[in-house]
């Protein structure tokens, strides 16, 4: 499993953007389908956006489509998540996790993931 760790999460008036990083350990990251996972208080968690180990793949939630954006640079073992008009409901705990057996593809399940970072907290204002 990689070791992973988020960045980048902080306080942001609703239209604004961040992005989200996610450092990765060991030298199988490139190997690792990677995700971007939320939960908000009181909910489940649930998909965000996820890229296959080549980066050719990409999958978003209806709700993020078009205003986020996952990417990832795998000489420097990272992945990121750029959110462009952010909104209140966008508020949550956001986590980066890996798929080290689907690596082609771009998952969607949690479950599916078997490496998770601590999570990174954004906060929309309205």
């Known amino acids: 499993q990689v070791q992973l760790v988020e960045s980048g999460g902080g306080l942001v008036q609703a239209g604004g953007s961040l992005r989200l990083s996610c450092a990765a350990s060991?030298?199988?990251?490139?190997?690792?389908?990677m995700g971007w996972f939320r939960q908000a208080p009181r909910k489940e968690r649930e998909f965000v956006a996820s890229?296959?180990?080549?980066?050719?793949?990409?999958n978003y939630a209806d709700s993020v489509k078009g205003r986020f954006t996952i990417s990832r640079d795998n000489a420097e073992n990272t992945v990121y998540l750029q959110m462009n008009d952010l909104k209140p409901e966008d508020t949550a705990v956001y986590y980066c996790?890996?798929?080290?057996?689907?690596?082609?593809?771009?998952?969607?399940?949690?479950?599916?993931?078997?490496?998770w970072g601590q999570g990174t907290q954004v906060t929309v204002s309205s």
């Open positions: 890229i296959s180990w080549s980066g050719l793949r990409t």
């Open positions: 996790a890996g798929d080290r057996r689907r690596p082609l593809l771009a998952g969607t399940i949690g479950a599916d993931f078997d490496s």
């Open positions: 060991g030298r199988t990251f490139s190997s690792y389908c």
